[in-house]
């Protein structure tokens, strides 16, 4: 398949098209150019022109020798050679020159001058020698000097003035000389002469037309090919980098293959009626059946479970109705064999930009030892949960008896111990218990059920009822003023545990005889609480992993209290979960700071 | 709240040591008067016999759960108006809300304390309607 992209920068080629159109109107519009042309064709008959002049000119002189006229055809010959001198000197300046395809007018008036000159030679001759001769000779100067006439049109054909020019140098005195000969046939002639002009010029002008139209043509086909050479080097240049995007296309083609067929995930083609098109051997692999046999069934009736209602032929209906992607389902299958499997499915259709279905791309995956394991863990997390709790209730609880002197005071030695036995054993409990919430939390089992209630309450609250835990380290906890009011929309017992978990380390780790301050203000909105105590301070080396599990700083007088390190991690964990944050700073003065701060209620 | 104070109780269990701490607990610093059942199968029956202030089940029993042994007293008219407390080494809140959705009374985690517990059966003894 080739992106869209791809195909949209081909379209880029078609106004290109009428480029072709664009250049014959600007060639139609450039007189100047054609002019150019025009000149330059000029120009080359210039040697023609020179040479028919000079073979013209011996033969007349053949013919017309024996005359006593010698002087003057030499004086002739010396008019003419100056003139084609003059002609060649022209034709060499304008293969020279730089300005003939800039300004062509120039060189076209000066071209003009040239023929006029030359015909005027001719007129001269004609002038010159037609009286003085005889009736044959001049004869033959007529039909001569007519042929010279008619024989310029194809070479001053490209413009019909400079042959007008050229004409008219010889026909105007050649006329002159008939009309005042004295003969009256010569007079006829000479009235007929003009029109054999005027005819000629027409014919020039024909031609010159010809020629206009022909050098136009020239042009305009001159630009298109020069249209076609830049449309085909482009051309050229897009199927390069089409292929170049094709190349990629490919590549990643090929990378997806490689990736839908190493992964562990079940991919399938279908159509919008669930008919199975194609599969990665995955799926051969999971359902136990081989892709020839899975290619063209219906993949619902296939591989789900009769009695799966989740992945029903009407639910396939209204999804592929819908047209939006599905992920995770959890549908019942059965394989090849019999054996009944769960899937999760993702559902993928395919819809091009015109909204149509081409396929439906379904990935599945088979979760069923994954949920087999879950309910394993999950079986054995509740029954270490019972079966933990229940030896430690008899045992605390018996503990609890002794010590509160109901059943008659114990000796001095046997409180002793008991109160160590009592201590240890709720140290065991507590440690069941975070190990069961860390589960819970990493598990993300753990359900938060946010209420709302002041903060300020709970935060007392927990003060009361660790006040004696304190009291066990000659600790005292004291609010900093009066604690403002703030409400909160969180889990109330699990931020209760969180409060209660950062003072009875404060507590533990306070001096003998300190004091644990407990602080609150409101800091944009948000809920802060600060537990300020005097202990030692964080070691350096331990401050990065103190929210780790089983975190406890690793030195004589730490291990000395007792923990289990997962407090606060717990802590942090729980407090996340209430989109809040949880960190400790150093105070002033000598030791910790722990805080807490959590969105307040938004009314 | 009740207008007498909460006297006889009637207590689900199957673990013996946990039995005998409960007794000490509500007799001696409660000064209850308690009824043990053992075997859950026969719970019904003491109930209807001894007449209870109050109940206490356990939550995880062999032969009947508690709440399987709830629902039953709930089908018997002897039974059906019975304040219920569970005591359960289930800690999570969710079975906790579970547990008063059924209609409990109140709900009390293992392991508790036998000092406090008294108080925490009075404390839901008076918050009864």
Redesign the interface.
Known sequence: MIPSSVLSETSSIAPTADAGVSSLDSAKTDPTLILADRVQQLYNQVPVAVGATLVLGAIATFELYESRLHELIVFWWVVVAVILLAQLGLLLAFRRSETRNSEPQQWHRWLGLAAFAGGSAWGFAAAVFFPAHTDEQQVFLAFMLAGIVSGGVPIYAASWPVYAAYAAGIIVPFTYVLGTFGKVLFEVLALLVPFFYAANVLVAYRINRVFNDGYRLRHAYGHLTGDYTDLNQRLEGQIAELMEAHREVDASGRKLALFAERAPIAVFETDGNATVLDVNPVAENIFGYPAIELTGRNLLRTLISAGDPTLSNDWWTTFIRKGEPVTNMRVQCQRRDGLEITCEFSLTPLVNDEGDLLSVIAQGRDVTQQLAAERLKKEFT?TL??EL??????I???L??VN?G??GEPGKDIAELTAIAERNAQRL?DLI?DL?DIE?IESGKI?L?PEVFALDDLVREAITLNRAYAERFKVRYATTGELPAAQVNV?R?RLFQVVTNLLSNAAKFSPEGGEVEISMEDRDGRAYVGIHDRGPGIPEDFRPRIFSRFAQADSATTRQKSGTGLGLSISRRLVELMRGQIGFTDRAGGGTTFWFEIPKRSD | MPDRPLVRVCYVEDDEDIQRIVRMSLERLGKMTLEIVTDPLKAIDAMVAFKPDLVMLDWMMPGMDGPTLFRKMKENPATSNLPVVFITAKASSVEMNELRALGAAGAISKPFSPKDLPDQLRSVWSALP
């Open positions: 509740s949960s019972h709790r229940t030896p430690l209730t008899s605390i609880g018996s609890q008896l509160s109901v059943i409990l218990n069961l819970k359900e059920h889990d017992k």
